[in-house]
């Protein structure tokens, strides 16, 4: 079953939803106020994809932008809607919101052992570029860092 997905910013009401995804995605999950703090920074970017006939909140993603690069915070899909497409939904509104801006990249971190986060980033065009050692404070996991160059604005099409 395919649901209908709607992408828009997320807002502060979000936050109960961000948190149960969140817990639900993560061993050391950000706290309500590192949400709350990052949907009221100007220099953040956070797009929550709603399944349209519940109105749920089905996944997020939080950016930042910083001189040289949107720094890709955190993104996390219901376990019930992962492997439909949305975090690509949502990654590729991000570009879709920020090509042709300047010449920022993009960037994150994903533990070295989540082969299916990184199989995704890969497919977006991010690449391998280097490794956190000890970055996650539950195990000390390593991070490989990914990079993705800047997206330039869409070529106009003739009809």
Known sequence: MTNQIELKRLELRDLAEIEEIERSSYPTPWSR???????SKPSSLC???HDVDSGR???????????????????????????QGIASMLMNRLFDLTSGRSRRGYTLEVRVSNTGAIKLYERLGFKPRGVRRGYYTDNREDALIMWKDPVQEPVARSS
């Open 47 to 49: 797009l929550g994809a």
């Open 33 to 39: 106020s590192m949400f709350a703090s990052e949907l």
């Open 57 to 83: 909140l089905v996944g997020y993603l939080v950016i930042s932008r910083y001189v040289d690069a949107w720094h890709v915070m955190n993104i996390a899909v219901r376990p019930d809607y992962r492997r």
